[in-house]
C-alpha cells in the first residue's frame, strides 16, 4: 500500500494531452511544495522529470508541467510522444516517520 | 556526474550486506547522499539520507528500515556506503543511490541517480 495514490495506467495517441494525479494527505503533498515526479523505463534508472511542484531540471522538455492542489499534484504531458510511454512515481516530502513517500507508479502507454 | 552501485547479490536470510556508491564528475562532500530501494513491480522506496561533510555526515532514516540499515560515506574516495544488517526475504529490490541537490535539506529533492544493484535476500 503506497502512500500516495495514483492511477494504475494511462493512455493517450500522439500529439494529444495527459494528466496523471497524485493523491496525499495535508501531512505530504498539502503540507509542502516538496513534489517530485520521476519517469521511469523498463530496467532503467527513475529519471526526475519536475521537482518541488513544477520546477524542471535541465534537459527536461517543457511538454512536462506540474502542479499542486490542496492534497493532490498533478503531471500533465502535452503533445505525446512514442518516448513518453514510461512509468510515472509521484513522490512528495513528508512530515511523518519517513521524509519522502511515493506513489505506486502510473503507466503510460502512447497508443 | 556518475553515481555506480556495487555489492549486491544473493543473501540469506539474517545475514548482512554492505552497498557501495561510487561517485565521479563531481565534489562529493558538497553533496548529500540518498539511498532508495524498488521492489519488483513496486513503485521506489525511500530509505534514508547523509549529509555532507560540513553538516558531519548526520543521517537521516524511514522507519521501516531504521535500526537495520546504516548510512556512512568515505568523502576522501568519494563514495557512499549501505550497511544492510539482518536482511529479510522483503529487503529483496534493486537499490539505488541518489545525488542530493543540497548539503543539508532532507527535503531538497535528488538529481542524478545511479544505475542501482540487485540485492535478493533467500535461502
Known amino acids: 500500500q503506497s502512500a500516495l495514490t495514483q492511477p494504475a495506467s494511462v493512455s493517450g495517441s500522439p500529439g494529444q494531452s495527459i494528466t496523471i494525479s497524485c493523491t496525499g494527505t495535508s501531512s505530504d503533498i498539502g503540507e509542502f511544495t516538496y513534489v517530485s515526479w520521476y519517469q521511469q523505463h523498463p530496467g532503467k534508472a527513475p529519471k526526475v522529470m519536475i521537482y518541488e511542484v513544477l520546477r524542471r531540471p535541465s534537459g527536461v522538455p517543457d511538454r512536462f508541467s506540474g502542479s499542486k492542489s490542496g492534497n493532490t499534484a498533478s503531471l500533465t504531458i502535452s503533445g505525446l510522444q512514442a518516448e513518453d510511454e514510461a512509468d510515472y512515481y509521484c513522490?512528495?516530502?513528508?512530515?511523518?516517520?519517513?521524509?519522502?513517500?511515493f506513489g505506486g507508479g502510473t503507466k503510460l502507454t502512447v497508443l | 556526474v556518475q553515481l555506480v552501485e556495487s555489492g549486491g547479490g544473493l543473501v540469506e536470510p539474517g545475514r548482512s550486506l554492505r552497498l557501495s556508491c561510487t561517485t565521479s564528475g563531481f565534489t562529493f562532500g558538497d553533496y548529500a547522499l540518498t539511498w532508495f530501494r524498488q521492489a519488483p513491480g513496486k513503485g521506489p522506496e525511500w530509505l534514508g539520507f547523509?549529509?555532507?561533510?560540513?553538516?558531519?555526515?548526520?543521517?537521516e532514516y524511514a522507519a521501516s528500515v531504521k535500526g537495520r540499515f546504516t548510512i556512512s560515506r568515505d568523502d576522501s574516495k568519494g563514495i557512499g556506503y549501505l550497511q544492510m544488517n539482518s536482511l529479510r526475504t522483503e529487503d529483496t529490490a534493486v537499490y539505488y543511490c541518489?545525488?542530493?541537490?543540497?548539503?543539508?535539506?532532507?527535503?531538497?529533492?535528488?538529481?542524478?541517480w545511479g544505475q542501482g544493484t540487485l540485492v535478493t535476500v533467500s535461502s
Open positions: 513522490s512528495s516530502y513528508s512530515s511523518t516517520s519517513t521524509p519522502w513517500v
Open positions: 541518489a545525488r542530493c541537490v543540497d548539503v543539508y535539506r532532507v527535503w531538497a529533492p535528488v538529481d542524478h
Open positions: 547523509i549529509r555532507g561533510a560540513a553538516y558531519y555526515g548526520t543521517t
